[in-house]
C-alpha cells in the first residue's frame, strides 16, 4: 500500500507487496519514479531538485512512461529521450529493462540559452543528475559528501573536530538542505541562508534544520552561544545570501568554514538576485530572461567577493559543487578561481579508490529493510571506519523521505559484495522487498564536469567526456536495469557529462548476475579513469583488486 505523503498529498509514497507491473524489476523502477517526485521540490511541476532538474519532460511523457511501465514484458527495452518515451524495443531478459539520454546537446550549441529554448519548444528537458533518471532520494543523497567535507576540513584545520566552529553557507533546496544536517552531525554550529521562506520551514519541518531565526542579529547570537558552548547546532535565516555575506564581512564576522549551495548553476530558474522578491524573479522567468540573468550574475559577484575576503581572512572556504566560481567568474571576478572546489580538495584521494556516494532504496516501503541492511553493513566492514562512522551517524540522525533508503561511500568490490548479500536476503524473505541499487552520478568513472569533478586532474584529461559513456556502454553490457547519460541544463550546459545507474536486487538468480557484473564494472571504470590520470591511490587499487586495467603510457 502506497503511503500517505504529508508534504505533497497528491503524490503518495509508494510500497507494499502489491505487483501492478509483470514483474518486480518494472515494479521497482515504476516505485523509484514514483518516489523521486513524492520527494521532489516542485512536483506539480515534476521538478525534483537543482531549480530544473525534472523526472520527465511533461505530464503526458509522464503518463506514458507509467503506462509502459506497467505493461512491457522483462524482454523488452522502453527509450526515454529527455524525459519522454520514444520506444518499446524489442530487447532479451538480460537487456536493462529503461535506457535514457537526457539533454545532451552538441559541443558548440550547448549554452544555457540555447537550452531554454529547446526547453521553451518542448523538446528537451534536464534530468539533473539523478531526477531524470529516478535515482534522487531527497536530502540524504548529498548528505555523506557533505559530512565527509567537513570531516576532512576538521581533521586538515581543526584537529579532527568540528565543536566549537562556525559554519556559513546557503541554499536549503533539495541538495543544499542536507547542510544544516550534515554540519551538526559533524559537531558544528551552522548557519544556512535561504531567501525562500518555505525552504527553509520544509527542512525544519523534516527534521534536517533545527532552528530559524528572525534576523541576522539573533542567528548570529545563537550561532555564537553555540560556538563557545561547543554545541552542535543548525540555524536557518531568510535572506538573501549576496546581502547577508557581505554584511557579515562588514561586520568583521569570519566563520571557520564558508560555502554555498544556492542553485548559482542557473542565473534564471536557479539563483535569485538580490533586491528582487520571489514574485518577481518568478515573472522575469517568463518575459525578462536576460534581465534576469544580468542580475543574478551581478549578485554571485557580490557573494562571491564576500567569500574571498572570507579566505583572506583565515576561513576554510569551498565551492560546493554548484558552479558559482565560474559565475563570478563570467561576471569579472578574476580571482574567483582562488576558492577550491570540493571535489578537488578534499575528496579526490576516495574516488580515485571509485570509493563514493553508492545508495539502496527499499521498495517495500519499509524501514526495517534499511535497518536491517544498516547491520549487514556493520558486520560486513567492521575495519571501514568511514562506513561504521557514518552508519553509526546515520541511523540515529537521518530521517526518512520518501521510500527508505541509505547512502555510503563503499568502494570497488565493497559495493557488490552487500548488494550480494542483501540480494540473498530479498530471495530468503528476510527483507521485505525488492532493493534498489543506485549511485550519484558524481562517482568515479561517472562525471566528466571540469568546473567540479574533474577539475585539477593530474593529467590534464577535466573536460574529456570519454569515461561516462564508456561507463554507460560498460553498464547496458553489464546488464543493469536502467542506464542513463546526461548532459548539463540551464547554466550546466556545455558543463558536463555523466552516466546513471540502477539495479534491481529482486531476489532472483538473473538479479545475483546484475548485481556482480553491473556494479563490479562501474567501479572497475572509476578505478582505471583515475589510474590512466595517474593516481596512485588508483594503482594500489588495480594492483591489490586485480583491476583489469591495460596500462600503456602515452
Ligand atoms: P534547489 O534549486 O532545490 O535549491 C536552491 C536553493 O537556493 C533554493 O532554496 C533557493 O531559494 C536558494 N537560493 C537561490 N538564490 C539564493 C540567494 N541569492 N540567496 C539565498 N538563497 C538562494 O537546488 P539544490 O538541489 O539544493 O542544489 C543546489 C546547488 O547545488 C545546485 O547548483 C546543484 O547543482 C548543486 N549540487 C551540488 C552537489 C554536490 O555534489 N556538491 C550535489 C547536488 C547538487
Known amino acids: 500500500m502506497p503511503k500517505d505523503n504529508p508534504r505533497h498529498p497528491k503524490f503518495p509514497i509508494p510500497g507494499g507487496p502489491e505487483l501492478r507491473a509483470k514483474g518486480w524489476r518494472q515494479e521497482a523502477i ?10 521532489g521540490e516542485d512536483p506539480d511541476n515534476l521538478i525534483v531538485y537543482a531549480a530544473l532538474g525534472k523526472a520527465a519532460r511533461s505530464w503526458p511523457a509522464h503518463a506514458a512512461i507509467v503506462k509502459t511501465l506497467l505493461e512491457m514484458d522483462e524482454n523488452q527495452t522502453l527509450l526515454i529521450q529527455s524525459g519522454k518515451p520514444v520506444g518499446l524495443m524489442k530487447t532479451h531478459a538480460k537487456a536493462p529493462l529503461v535506457i535514457m539520454a537526457n539533454c545532451n546537446i552538441v559541443g558548440q550549441w550547448a549554452k544555457a ?5 529547446l526547453q521553451r519548444k518542448g523538446l528537451i528537458c534536464w534530468g539533473g543528475l539523478t531526477a531524470g533518471a ?3 532520494i531527497g536530502s540524504q543523497g548529498v548528505i555523506q559528501g557533505t559530512y565527509e567535507i567537513f570531516m576532512r576540513i576538521a581533521e586538515k584545520r581543526f584537529g579532527g573536530d568540528l565543536a566549537g566552529r562556525f559554519v556559513l553557507t546557503a541554499g536549503l533546496g533539495g541538495m543544499g538542505g542536507a547542510q544544516p544536517l550534515a554540519g551538526r552531525m559533524a559537531g558544528a554550529a551552522i548557519l544556512c541562508i535561504d531567501v525562500d521562506a518555505d525552504r527553509a520551514i520544509k527542512r525544519k519541518a523534516i527534521g534536517y534544520l533545527q532552528e530559524i531565526a528572525p534576523d541576522l542579529d539573533a542567528a548570529l547570537e545563537m550561532i555564537d552561544a553555540a560556538v563557545r558552548e561547543k554545541r ?6 531568510v535572506g538573501n545570501a549576496a546581502d547577508i555575506y557581505p554584511e557579515i564581512v562588514r561586520r568583521g564576522i569570519t566563520p571557520d568554514i564558508v560555502t554555498d549551495q544556492t542553485s548559482a548553476h542557473d542565473l534564471v530558474y536557479g539563483y535569485v538576485p538580490r533586491g528582487m522578491s520571489l514574485d518577481e524573479v518568478k515573472r522575469l522567468r517568463e518575459d525578462g530572461q536576460g534581465q534576469l540573468m544580468a542580475a543574478s550574475r551581478a549578485s554571485i559577484v557580490e557573494h562571491v567577493k564576500a567569500m574571498l575576503t572570507f579566505q583572506d581572512r583565515g576561513a576554510e572556504v569551498f565551492d560546493n559543487g554548484n558552479l558559482i566560481r565560474t559565475q563570478a567568474r563570467e561576471g569579472g571576478v578574476d580571482n574567483a578561481f582562488d576558492i577550491p572546489i570540493f571535489t578537488q580538495a578534499y575528496l579526490r584521494p576516495l574516488f580515485a579508490r571509485a570509493i563514493g556516494p553508492f545508495r539502496w532504496m ?6 526495517s529493510d534499511i535497518a536491517r541492511i544498516d547491520d549487514l553493513l556493520l558486520d560486513m566492514f567492521p575495519d571501514n571506519r568511514i562506513i561504521t562512522n557514518w552508519i553509526r551517524l546515520a541511523r540515529d540522525n537521518i530521517p526518512f523521505e520518501g521510500l527508505p533508503a541509505r547512502i555510503a561511500w563503499l568502494g570497488h568490490l565493497e559495493r557488490t559484495a552487500l548488494a ?13 522487498g525488492p532493493i534498489a541499487f543506485s549511485r550519484d552520478h558524481l562517482d568515479a568513472g561517472a562525471m566528466s564536469h571540469p568546473n567540479i569533478m574533474t577539475e585539477g ?3 590534464g584529461s577535466d573536460a574529456i567526456a570519454d569515461w561516462p559513456l564508456l561507463d ?22 556545455g558543463y558536463m557529462t555523466s552516466a546513471g545507474v540502477t539495479v534491481i536486487a529482486d531476489g532472483t538468480q538473473a538479479a545475483r548476475e546484475r548485481l556482480d557484473h553491473a556494479l563490479t564494472n562501474d567501479t572497475a571504470i572509476g578505478v582505471i579513469r583515475y589510474a590512466d590520470a595517474g593516481y596512485e591511490e588508483s594503482l594500489e587499487e588495480i594492483e591489490s583488486k586485480d583491476v583489469p586495467y591495460i596500462r600503456l603510457h602515452r
Open 30 to 39: 515504476l516505485r523509484l519514479l514514483e518516489n523521486v517526485l513524492s520527494v
Open 113 to 117: 540559452e540555447y537550452f531554454y529554448e
Open 134 to 136: 529516478w535515482q534522487y
Open 232 to 237: 552542535a547546532l543548525s540555524v536557518g535565516l
Open 362 to 367: 527499499a521498495t517495500s516501503g519499509e524501514e
Open 420 to 432: 550480494l548479500r542483501v540480494n540473498e536476503l530479498v530471495a530468503s524473505g528476510e527483507l521485505k
Open 457 to 459: 586532474m593530474k593529467d
Open 472 to 493: 554507460a556502454m560498460m553498464l547496458c553490457s553489464s546488464m543493469a536495469d536502467l542506464v542513463v547519460v546526461h548532459s548539463g541544463g540551464g547554466g550546466y550546459a
